[in-house]
């Protein structure tokens, strides 16, 4: 056979094995996801919607938000429009986390009151 044939067989037989390479690397990568999606499901069911705001509350997204909406509200509260301090606010559901559970974190379903007016509206 020519050098170059040789050659070239060469090169197509690495080629051929580096698919194959891929194709067990993807079938792995997929077994694995699989993998993960079994574990992560239940983690998410135990996901309650007052733990999924308090984490969002909590974090920088949620800490922006408040500072946001403090100013938005003049630094009053929504109900009564006492001035509060921003650290002495509540963030309160408009529609109650018991009934649309979905609307946790969503920002136009949220409002800031003051304690009073939380305490208040926590009784009802
Ligand atoms: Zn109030």
Redesign the pocket.
Known sequence: MEPQETQKQQQHQELMEAVLRLKFAQERTDRALVDLQTLATPLAAKQTPRAKFERWRDSTDGKRWKKSQHTKQNG???????P?ALNGSHIDHIQPLSRSPQLACTPHNLQI??????Q?KGDR
């Open positions: 009053q509260c929504a109900n009564c429009q006492t509060i009151l003051c304690a009073t007016c939380n208040h």
